[in-house]
């Protein structure tokens, strides 16, 4: 009689566990997230604390398999893996989207912030919200958005203004915008994947490129192009995607924790940013950088062509009339 009772008190105790770890397993999701940045730099911190995020609150339920530094290629590597159904998370630049949402284009649109704060309010705000609900068509959603500061040249030799890159070969995120860009200073443009620019550059097959102080510092471009001129030409954010195949695997309660910890890494990555800039400059000198300030001016003169271009599409001009008026 004792023995029954015990028997059917255990069973009372460890049947629900059991049926409940059952339901657990049965909705175990591990995504797979890679992306092309050092594992140093700001965007990955900010995806490995959201990680262990969706780990800690889904009970180990979601997990999130992050593999960095470009181990499966560059974002237009990672976007068709995407669409093939062969990876579930990257993270791609405006610039990389805009193959795929024309509109992204609009912040490759040099000198439309007038600060960091702008920049937050259209990212953060209802014009990003826009931008970022067009993607769904093209196989994907976004989670997040990152800052990612002002991207400005840097090359072997000193640069002063658009007269000193005449003839010079500038490697950038190559799109019809970029092109245009570097056209417009009298340079040509090189589409070379991120990954090979060190490479490319100290094999001189290109004199220069254009990135933000932490991926020149953290690349190490600053051993083969020792001078970086601030001049500040675009703010080209980073976004984190899923493919819609993938979201659609997750219940209801694992897309919730999901979206929150990508929210949560916004503002983390956000909040490190600064700092990172701070620090990059500081090592990149200390490297050999040559931080070289620039009157902007004849840049801005030079590029204004490109706003021509866009007034003749009436969808991207609304969307720069529209940032233009969130001050
Ligand atoms: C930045 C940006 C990346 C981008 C890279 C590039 O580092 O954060 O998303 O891929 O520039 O120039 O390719």
Redo the contacts with the bound molecule.
């Keep these: 009689m004792k023995t029954k009772k015990i028997l059917i008190n255990t069973l009372c105790v460890t049947l629900p566990i059991l049926f409940a770890s059952h339901s657990v397993l049965a909705n175990k999701v591990t995504l797979k997230l890679a ?3 050092d594992q140093s ?1 700001v ?1 990955h911190k900010a995806l490995a604390q959201m990680a262990k995020e969706v780990q800690d609150k889904s009970n180990g339920e979601l997990k999130i398999r992050i593999y960095p530094s470009g181990q499966m290629g ?2 237009r590597e990672t976007i068709e893996l995407i669409q093939n159904d062969a990876l579930d998370m990257t ?3 405006a ?2 989207m805009e193959s795929f949402v024309k509109e992204f284009s609009v912040f490759s649109c040099p000198y439309l912030f007038d600060n960091d704060e702008h920049f937050k309010k259209v990212l953060f705000g209802p014009i990003g919200k826009t931008l970022t609900d067009k993607t769904e068509s093209s196989g994907f959603k976004v989670v997040a958005s ?1 800052v ?1 500061g002002t ?1 400005s040249f840097y090359a072997k030799k000193p640069i002063h203004s658009p007269n000193d890159m005449k003839g010079m070969k500038i ?3 190559s799109t019809p915008t970029t092109n245009k860009l570097i056209e417009l200073l009298g340079a040509s443009p090189a589409p070379i ?2 990954g090979e ?1 060190y490479t490319a550059l100290q094999q001189g097959v290109i004199d220069g ?4 102080i ?2 020149y510092n ?2 190490r471009h600053v051993e083969v192009a020792k001078f970086y001129i601030e001049d500040q030409h675009t703010s ?3 976004y984190l995607i899923i493919s819609n195949k993938a979201w659609e695997k997750l219940n209801e309660n694992q897309r919730n924790i999901l979206t929150q910890a990508a929210k949560n890494s916004e503002i983390y990555q956000q909040k490190l940013w600064d700092e990172e800039v701070t620090n990059s400059r500081a090592e990149a000198e200390k490297a050999g950088a040559t931080f070289i300030q620039v009157d902007k001016q004849p840049f801005r003169d030079a590029l204004k062509p490109l706003y021509e271009e866009f007034a003749k599409n009436p969808q991207l001009e609304s969307i720069i009339q529209q940032i233009n008026a969130t001050k």
């Design positions: 992306h092309n940045l730099h965007v560059g974002p993270k791609a630049s610039s990389e990152y990612a991207r490697r950038v995120v994947p991120f620019v490129a254009e990135n933000n932490p991926s953290q690349t080209v954010p980073d």
